[in-house]
């Protein structure tokens, strides 16, 4: 095998590896640790893309890093397996979903070895196995014992199509992100979890964890904690009230209309006869929206009013009630107190409906826009001339002397509905009496089974009936002369991904979810990488279960995941015609950015998207690896770019991670006759320059590894290849000490090309290099760096340094980073010395 052949030396090292169980977790429970961890996937049936194994190489990357710096590492991974799209499939297809759940979960596996990642597969979980839902309906049963799961009637986003409950952000404009159905919005009696409780302490402990800022903030809003009051306004005629809670109680005397939901049980109260028919409309319009229609994407403001009026408490005037959709019941206490002279939203329904604006903070101009500034209270009789903060402490303070207020907490956070009417999901262990009392299942009856059904297509039309209905041998049964029936509705998706970091402690225990000294050990996770994608709801619902598995005594930290990292998108060009997106393999490039659809001649649109299979834009690992092997794959990925930032795939450009691949093939062996290099000299050689060069490397991968830039880590070593290959003498010393470097990024040639130097142990089991400071000292340099032109930001550097180095460095740079994520390059300029420019399209 003279030359590099990937095909014979991946599945030989990778076989090796299992064979000797070389990424086996230790058992050891001393020492240092260090716990690495992806999101797990959900295993689709179209399996992975080039996109996926993104952040997979990153963690790969630490964990063998830390191997060889002595840390016990736990890196692990598994499959989050139950859900809407596997049993989508199986209506489709006619084909049980576990059965194509476990075809996919292997095509996953195969797929995820083939790229050499050092998992530990003997801790390989997968959410739908009843050993794991086992603790997943023991971990629910501790939260219904703690008062935190009870059931209410709550308005859904209900699918008849799907025939199940959707989450918001799974519906678009009214309709199904899958498979565009409609759906309605209608009140439904579900298992609900109390998350709200936890409000407080999912903000105040993000102090804790080191996070992205953007993730903080998203947490942060979706919770949306605001302090203001609790006002209370009187009906004409009536002992009925209506409670709003506003954070600007010094508007108050500028309220001139109130809004309730269309939801409000008040509605069909107070609506007199002659609107009744009108108020209907608007609320069958309503059911008809998302939270998310209604709110953020909302353009026009729509309402009616529903010919009753509420009394302002300030003013002792009557003011006209509305039902309007941007008011939502499950926010506050689903009706507001409409300022339009000072928020926005008000403004822009007022002066629809041609409804007085009263302005009562000085400093704009109300007949053109909302004022939400600073300013004195003017139009306020006792408020007047205060600031803002002074006017809301005195207004309060005046409505709790009057007893029609009081200061209070709001939270935008709501308790989170946890019920699905599908099938494929884990069985609540939950079973009801003859009176229709809610009782737990015996823990030593778990785990309880998702029973077979003939059909389990969901149930059509406008009566949401769990899937599980249908089987009635298994719903109703008999214990201790006494009839009972099970719950039918099944746990959501995110069941199972709350906890799954757990159970990777101690997967094969069979009497705990995890044994409590193992726990204290490995937690908590000190590395967890996955898509932004989950900023927010996977995020808040493990933490919101790990803190209820804190107070339990169960778990040792307050927080699982101490360090966060979202990779970017990896895109790719996508092409799209008159009748949709066309498949890459059918475009041609007629001239330089102009394709056209070789099958018709039509000239197509092309821009760079996320992949996805719809968009005909997929690329797969299983080509690459093929073609150009898992090394060349990994570092192709990891060199694209700083690993938060979107980068556009581009296959021609994995050649040149190839060609340094080849390259440090070289360096060991004479690819001529497979002899070893003949430049081979023993120890650190007599080149100093190389010698410093070695240590420079050494320590500047060291802190890239550990500062997550593994682009420019790649760099420095490239820099390192190109000088020994030029070198007449390659120094043995030097040589092991970049295949240690190189190792965790490029495992199968590393351990190839050590075991060809002679070494007795695999390369795995080598210690991580150390240097020594004083040959690191460098002769540093400043260079310009600007995008299009522009300067945009400086860089120091060695002066020695080569191109390819000084790019990726460039590239590194926060500010550069931002004005190159979703760009393409067009042109890299490098005049040593002196400047680097980007030259970009969006």
């Known amino acids: 095998m003279p030359k590099y052949d990937h095909l014979t030396i991946e599945p030989k090292w990778q ?55 002595g840390f016990n590492v736990l890196h692990p991974m598994g499959w989050d397996a139950f859900g809407l799209p596997a049993e989508q499939f199986a209506i489709k297809t006619g084909t049980h979903p576990a059965i194509t759940t476990a075809q996919n979960v292997a095509n996953f596996k195969r797929q995820l070895k083939s ?10 979980v997968n959410t739908t196995d009843p050993d794991y839902y086992k603790w997943t309906q023991w971990i629910f049963l501790q939260l219904y014992k703690k008062g935190l799961a009870y059931i209410a009637e709550v308005p859904v986003n209900w699918c008849p199509a799907l025939g199940t409950v959707l989450a918001n952000e799974e519906v678009i404009d009214g309709k199904s992100e899958r498979g565009d159905h409609p759906v309605i919005r209608q009140p439904m009696s579900q298992w609900v979890l109390a998350i709200t409780k936890y409000a407080d302490r999912l903000i105040e402990d993000l102090e804790l964890v080191d996070w992205p800022a953007g993730v903080k903030k998203k947490q942060v809003e979706w919770i949306g904690r605001s302090r203001g009051c609790d006002i209370v306004f009187s009906l004409p005629g009536r002992d009925e009230t209506i409670r709003v809670f506003t954070t600007r109680p010094d508007t108050l005397f500028g309220a001139t209309y109130m809004v309730l939901a269309p939801e409000h049980p008040l509605v069909d109260l107070l609506t007199p006869d002659e609107h009744k028919d009108a108020v209907k409309a608007y609320r069958d319009q309503a059911a008809r929206k998302s939270d998310l229609d209604r709110t953020e994407k909302a353009k026009d403001k729509t309402g009616v009013p529903i010919g009753a009026n509420a009394i302002n408490p300030a003013t002792g005037k009557e003011i006209p009630i509305w039902i309007a959709d941007y008011v939502l019941m499950s926010y506050g206490t689903g009706a507001i107190m409409a300022v339009p002279g000072h928020d926005t939203r008000d403004w822009e329904f007022a002066d629809r409906f041609e409804i007085p604006i009263v302005e009562v903070v000085s400093g704009g101009d109300v007949t053109k826009e909302a004022y939400i500034g600073d300013g004195l209270i003017v139009n306020s009789d006792f408020l007047n001339g205060l600031n803002v903060a002074d006017a809301k402490e005195k207004m309060i303070n005046w409505l709790e002397e009057r007893g029609t207020g009081k200061a209070a907490i709001n939270y935008k956070l709501r308790d989170w509905l946890f019920s699905r009417q599908r099938y494929w999901g884990e069985p609540f262990p939950i079973r009801f009496d003859e009176e229709g009392n809610h009782h737990a299942l015996p823990e030593d009856q778990l785990p309880l089974l998702l029973p077979e059904v003939e059909d389990y297509s969901p149930p059509q039309g406008d009566d949401p009936q769990p899937t599980l209905n249908k ?74 279960w790990h803190k209820v598995l804190y107070d339990a005594g169960l778990v040792s930290t307050k927080e699982p995941f101490t360090k966060l990292v979202n990779q970017g998108l990896i895109t790719a060009q996508s092409y799209r015609g008159k009748d949709g997106y066309v498949h890459a393999d059918l475009v041609d490039e007629t001239k330089p950015g102009t394709f056209v659809n070789r099958e018709t001649g039509e000239e197509l649109e092309a821009q760079i998207e996320k992949m996805a299979k719809s968009k005909g834009n997929v690329v797969s690992p299983d080509v690459i690896v093929a073609q150009y092997g898992a090394d060349s794959f990994r570092l192709y990925e990891m060199f694209m770019g700083p690993l938060e930032q979107s980068k556009p795939w581009n296959t021609q450009s994995i050649e040149g991670v190839r060609r340094f691949l080849e390259r440090t093939w070289r360096l060991v062996l004479d690819t001529e006759n497979d002899n070893l290099n003949a430049a081979l000299v023993d120890g650190w050689g007599n080149d100093q320059q190389l010698i410093k060069e070695a240590h420079k490397t050494i320590k500047g991968v060291t802190g890239d590894i550990e500062g997550i830039r593994f682009n420019t880590a790649i760099s420095k070593m490239m820099v390192l290849v190109n000088s020994l290959t030029k070198a007449k003498q390659k120094p043995r010393d030097i040589i092991n000490r970049l295949l240690i470097l190189l190792n965790p990024f490029a495992p199968h040639i590393c351990e190839e090309l050590w075991d060809r130097l002679g070494h007795d142990t695999p390369i795995t089991a080598e210690t991580w290099p150390t240097f020594e400071e004083e040959l690191t000292k460098e002769e540093l340099i400043q260079m310009v760096v600007q995008v299009n032109g522009k300067k945009r930001d400086t860089l120091e550097m060695a002066a020695d340094t080569d191109k390819d180095s000084a790019l990726a460095q460039a590239k590194a740079l926060d500010k550069i980073a931002g004005y190159l994520d979703g760009a393409q390059i067009i042109k890299e300029i490098f005049v040593p010395g002196r400047l680097i420019n980007f030259v970009v399209r969006k």
């Not at 790229?115 to 390989?124: A, V």
């Open 15 to 69: 076989a090796f590896w299992e064979e000797k169980q070389s990424f086996k977790t230790p058992e050891s429970l001393s020492g240092p640790k260090y716990y690495v961890l992806d999101m797990f996937p959900y295993p689709s049936g179209s399996g992975l893309h080039v996109g996926h194994p993104e952040g997979y190489t990153a963690t790969d990357i630490v964990a063998r890093y830390k191997r060889a710096n």
């Open 115 to 124: 790229l050499g990642f050092s998992y530990d597969w003997e801790r390989e």
């Open 471 to 544: 089987a009635t041998d298994w719903v109703n049964f008999k214990e201790d002369g006494k009839s009972w029936r099970y719950e039918t509705n099944t746990m959501p998706q995110w069941a199972g991904s709350c906890w799954y970091y757990l159970r990777y402690i101690d997967p094969k225990n069979g009497d705990k979810a995890w044994d409590l000294e193992k726990e204290k050990y490995w937690m908590p996770v000190d590395l967890y990488i996955g898509g932004a994608e989950h900023a927010v709801l996977h995020l808040l619902y493990a933490r919101f």
